[in-house]
């Protein structure tokens, strides 16, 4: 089945504490991106690959970190949490950055 | 700045039509998006449509693109109860980075 799979779904941390998110696809998409979606805000783009090796800042990149050393894997490290990072965090991908954006699942993250 | 902006919130009674408006900023995005997302879910595309498009038709969906005002619309016929969700309007502008809208919680009235 084709999917965008994030791990953890849900996860409670306290502030400083090293944490890395998981994003995985299986479609071969060139694509992936990341958003962070809080209330009255909508969905903003964190950072974004358009492929292995290549990673750009969206427009809330501060307090995040990337990597893309493999087409299928782009996961999301917060080296220091902080509580303004609590959010609703979504992986997507795409054949290329036109296409149709596939998201995962979520990840709910409360920073203590 | 870029920024898309959209209504929060739009009430419609069932059966009738819903309309959902979106005003962006970068004349030269070349594609514009309506995902929808229902509760508890990720974002799934709805539609899209192209620049050199005025309008796209597909089954109960239709887009309506005014370039010269930079604004998009999102009209649902026969507005049914599965419809009820947050529809997010986004662009791509200077070609690979995506900006969304808030997103416009519909509310579906008996």
């Known amino acids: 089945e084709a999917q965008v799979t994030q791990n953890p779904r849900y996860l409670i941390t306290v502030t400083g504490k090293k944490l890395t998110v998981t994003c995985s696809q299986n479609?071969?998409?060139?694509?992936m991106s990341w958003y962070r979606q809080d209330p009255g805000l909508g969905l903003r783009q964190i950072y974004y690959s358009m492929n292995v090796e290549v990673t750009d800042k969206g427009d809330v990149p501060e307090g995040y970190k990337v990597s893309r050393k493999e087409k299928r894997n782009f996961p999301l490290i917060l080296e220091s949490p902080s509580p303004n990072q609590t959010s609703l965090y979504f992986c997507a991908s795409s054949r290329t950055h036109y296409n149709e954006q596939f998201f995962g699942p979520g990840t709910r993250l409360t920073v203590l | 700045g870029e920024d898309v902006e959209q209504s929060l919130f739009l009430s419609v009674r069932e059966g009738d039509s819903s309309v959902i408006n979106c005003t962006y900023t970068?004349?030269?995005?070349?594609?514009l998006y309506w995902y929808k997302q229902e509760p508890g879910a990720g974002l799934q595309l709805l539609t899209y449509i192209f620049s050199n498009m005025d309008m796209k038709q597909d089954q109960r969906l239709t887009v309506l693109l005014n370039k010269k005002d930079k604004h998009l619309s999102l009209r649902i016929a026969d507005t049914q109860t599965g419809d009820s969700a947050i529809y997010f309007c986004a662009e791509i502008i200077r070609d690979d980075k995506i900006i969304f809208g808030k997103g416009t919680r519909l509310h579906i009235l008996p």
């Open positions: 970068d004349s030269s995005s070349t594609y």
């Open positions: 479609m071969n998409h060139e694509y």
